[in-house]
């Protein structure tokens, strides 16, 4: 049975600060996926993984993805309080559903 | 707004109730898939059909649930005899089997359900 991890489940941080999610995954899978959820609100994408290697970044968010590893990294470079949500990482198994992450709530403060 | 859409987006029933949600997904996507999501927790499978065929279900999804997709546009979650420990959001989401955003996943809005 595939397993996502992520890790801190939470974290506090000051605007300007950068700092890094981890997403471990227990199989091998071909496509990762970020997703950004406010409270009360459903998931919205932010970024799909689909090689070894891939660099994706928007804004103040860039993500990676090492398979040989099973791990991809959400890095957060000079924090903003608009960034405070929780992220989850979702790993796709077959057929293309989701397994996801228990998320990582963060909080960025003044 | 051509994003998935759910219905209702809030119900609250006693229990014993049963309930249905309704899900429509991006008009050219044939695939859809219906989520858990408790407080704390990331959101977990239940099902998915692609087209009106259900490929898949979650031992999670127990008899009281069951899923439809009659022509394989939208879907229809239902729940017999809810359970307290129902009470849950559910996602819904779609995704194409081919093309540029191959199996990208959106989600909808969700159904808050409360089970008194």
């Known amino acids: 049975e595939l397993k996502v991890e992520q890790n801190p489940l939470f974290l506090s941080m000051q605007e300007g600060k950068n700092y890094t999610i981890y997403c471990n995954y227990s199989?091998?899978?071909?496509?990762l996926y970020w997703y950004r959820q406010d409270p009360g609100k459903s998931l919205e994408s932010l970024f799909v993984l689909l090689s070894n290697g891939a660099v994706k970044q928007e804004g103040r968010l860039m993500a990676s993805l090492d398979t040989k590893a099973r791990l991809s990294t959400l890095h957060i470079t000079a924090a903003v309080h608009d960034l405070s949500a929780t992220y989850f990482c979702a790993v796709d198994t077959n057929a293309g559903k989701s397994t996801f992450g228990d998320g990582t709530t963060l909080t960025v403060k003044p | 707004d051509t994003g998935v859409s759910q219905n209702p987006r809030h119900k609250i029933t006693k229990r014993g109730q049963n309930v249905t949600f309704r899900c429509d997904p991006i008009?050219?996507?044939?695939?859809l898939y219906w989520y858990r999501q408790t407080l704390g927790q990331g959101p977990e499978f239940l099902t998915y059909?692609?087209?009106?065929?259900?490929?898949?279900k979650s031992r999670l999804l127990s008899d009281r649930f069951s899923a439809e997709r009659p022509k394989g546009s939208f879907s229809t979650l239902e729940i017999q005899r809810t359970e307290q420990g129902d009470s849950a959001m559910y996602l819904c989401?779609?995704?194409?089997?081919?093309?540029?955003?191959?199996?990208?996943?959106?989600f909808g809005p969700g159904t808050r359900l409360t089970v008194l």
């Open positions: 989401a779609s995704s194409a089997s081919q093309g540029r955003s191959y199996n990208e996943q959106f």
């Open positions: 008009s050219e996507h044939n695939r």
């Open positions: 059909f692609q087209n009106e065929a259900q490929l898949e």
């Open positions: 199989t091998t899978s071909d496509r």
